[in-house]
């Protein structure tokens, strides 16, 4: 090989330099003729050696000896600089330049290394091997489109050369064109059947192409040949959780975890499976394994933490996250879930505290005042619950939700018409936010102003069709006025249809068969509303009320009961109370008749 690339000049000097080296001897012998005719040796001393002129060659070769001489012994900083000089006596040498990117490579110099290769090339272009080293540097430089350019040239010189084919196939993938990518990579697999990393590449194509059978084809291939490789069962493993098969994908990462514990990648993922089951406890016996071999535990202990949160063991929860910040008091992210943990502990000075410490350039800076809000709120502290929105919309500007929080607060203090005024306000500033127009028209209605409140209903679903609480608000606003009840119905229909499941939605639609007088179909759908809606007052008194005009008195009491003692509403109060009075004095009444 070096032969082959050095100049045909070094062949001899390169031989008479070993023999020097070989000889170790400070000066060079030569055959002089005795006057007797007897041949001997006389030695140059040191003022003929200095006066004898050195061959071009000898500088560039003394550097390159040395250099490899380095190699041998594993110095590199001394191969390396031997090199250079060699490369630097004589630069028309291909093969000093490429070996010095070798060495730029391992160095981790790559702009020196493109370099040295780009020169080798165009001083060899047919030399396949550096053409592989210059294409396998611009691609560690991200310069793809240079990288796969080389790597066809070396095809055009060197059609089955599977290295480039290989690498080609796999940039063709990354660039998005899969079935290049497919192809290379297919011609790589029937030139050499037995190339394990053309089957690795191409399952890996074909799962980027989402060709998961395919993908998985290959990878099966690819474990032929190597049973227990690691990257393919891990591959594998994706590619089933990308087709929701985490059975099957657990059962991979298993596989990896029996031949190597300590892989942190299997640990995690099979950890995070378990969690998605719900089997939390096996989760949280891989995530303490995994806690035992890291050196910086802190991402884990979160997990950990959160598992501890979702079993409803807060103390535990709370110790995990308090660990973490011990570590990182800056975690802004586990200081919500602390603040979370003490919320639900009912500890909610100490919740109150921790949320308080999230700064306003946060993420979770809205919602942690939101939950203050909350906290305060609770505790029938308003004013201070106002406060520390408004001061959180100051910071963070007009976020949505601190918005709705305010205004509903406005509401519970009694003081609706200074939430239609916010409302008003942020409608002007935002006048296509259908949310704020949704809520805008929901205050309206409890202000009793009707005609405002259908006019914001329907601007929200003019601006977003899709506004299924808009629908139904509406819809129900006529079924509860007695009016429009064909188009409350296809209001209400196409709230449903975008959520079935809300029990609200289907009581809107039961409300409206009752004011048309379908009593029957009205108690059908009520009943379907209450199993969704669960106690709600409201649900369970108009199924009371169908109940009622089907003549099932009995059961029209006892729905009325059930919802007196769950509703807060003063006015809802006195009109449940005067049903059920009503009802038990028409039983009075029919009794003292038989």
């Given amino acids: 090989m070096m032969q082959r690339h050095l100049p045909r000049r070094w062949n001899a000097v390169l031989i008479a330099g070993c023999c020097v080296l070989l000889g170790g001897c400070a000066a060079i012998s030569r055959k002089v003729v005795s006057p007797g005719g007897v041949p001997q040796v006389a030695e140059l001393g040191p003022s003929e050696t200095a006066d004898a002129p050195l ?10 000896l040395r250099a490899e001489i380095a190699m041998n012994r594993g110095d590199q900083a001394v191969a390396m600089r031997e090199y250079e000089q060699a490369a630097a006596a004589d630069p028309t040498s291909a093969l000093l330049r490429q070996r010095l990117a070798m060495l730029y490579v391992r160095s981790n110099r790559l702009q020196d290394a493109q370099q040295q290769i780009e020169k080798a090339v165009g001083l060899d272009p047919s030399n396949v091997q550096a053409r592989v080293l210059f294409a396998g540097v611009l691609s560690a430089l991200g310069q793809d489109e240079a990288a796969m350019h080389e790597y066809e040239m070396i095809l055009q010189l060197d059609p089955n050369n599977q290295e480039a084919r290989l690498f080609l196939g796999a940039l063709f993938g990354k ?44 990878y099966r291939e690819a474990l032929r040949l190597n049973p227990h490789s690691e990257m393919v069962l891990l591959d594998m493993a994706l590619l089933y959780e990308a087709q929701d098969q985490p059975e099957r994908a657990i059962e991979l990462y298993q596989q990896v975890l029996k031949t190597d514990p300590q892989n942190a990648v299997a640990r995690k993922r099979l950890g995070g499976l378990y969690v998605g089951q719900r089997k939390l406890d096996e989760a949280l016996s891989q995530f303490r394994e995994l806690e035992k071999t890291e050196t910086d535990p802190q991402d884990t202990r979160v997990k950990i933490g959160l598992i501890f949160f979702e079993k409803g063991d807060y103390d535990k929860a709370a110790t995990e996250f308090a660990l973490v910040l011990a570590a990182e008091p800056d975690n802004v992210r586990v200081r919500y879930y602390l603040a979370s943990v003490h919320a639900e502990m009912q ?15 946060s993420e979770y800076y809205a919602d942690a005042a939101v939950r203050i809000a909350y906290i305060r709120q609770k505790e029938g502290r308003l004013d ?5 929105v408004k001061e959180a919309l100051d910071a963070k500007g007009e976020n949505p939700e601190l918005v709705g929080l305010l205004a509903s607060l406005y509401r519970e203090k009694g003081d609706l018409q200074g939430a239609i005024r916010l409302m008003r306000t942020m409608v002007e500033r935002e006048p296509n936010n259908d949310k704020y127009h949704f809520t805008l028209g929901a205050l309206y209605d409890e202000a009793k102003d009707k005609d405002a409140g259908i006019a914001e209903m329907r601007k929200a679903i003019e601006l977003n069709p899709q506004n299924a609480a808009a629908l139904n608000y509406l819809g129900y606003t006529y079924a509860e006025m007695g009016v429009r009840l064909d188009e409350a119905e296809a209001l209400i229909r196409r709230a449903i249809a975008l959520d079935p499941n809300d029990g609200f939605f289907v009581d809107s639609l039961g409300w409206v068969y009752y004011q048309r007088g379908q009593y029957d179909k009205a108690v059908e759908v009520l009943q379907r509303a209450l199993e969704l809606a669960g106690d709600d007052a409201t649900v369970t008194e ?21 919802a007196l003692a769950h509703t807060k509403e003063k006015e809802q109060l006195e009109r449940i109370k005067a049903k059920i009075d009503g009802l038990e004095g028409h039983r009075t009444d029919a009794g003292k008749e038989s």
């Fill in 55 to 64: 061959p071009p060659d000898a500088k560039p070769l003394g550097h390159f």
């Fill in 175 to 218: 660039q998005g064109e899969y079935e290049r990518a497919v192809a290379i990579l297919e011609e790589l697999t029937r030139i050499n059947p037995q190339s394990f990393l053309g089957y690795y590449y191409l399952g890996r194509v074909e799962a980027a192409a989402r060709n998961f059978d395919i993908a998985a084809s290959a």
């Fill in 347 to 361: 500890d909610f000075d100490r919740a109150a505290e921790e949320f308080d410490q999230i700064p306003p350039d």
């Fill in 384 to 388: 201070d619950a106002i406060a520390h």
């Fill in 542 to 562: 108009h199924l009371a009320d169908a109940y009622r005009q089907t003549g099932r008195s009995d059961e029209a009491l006892r729905l009325y009961q059930d």
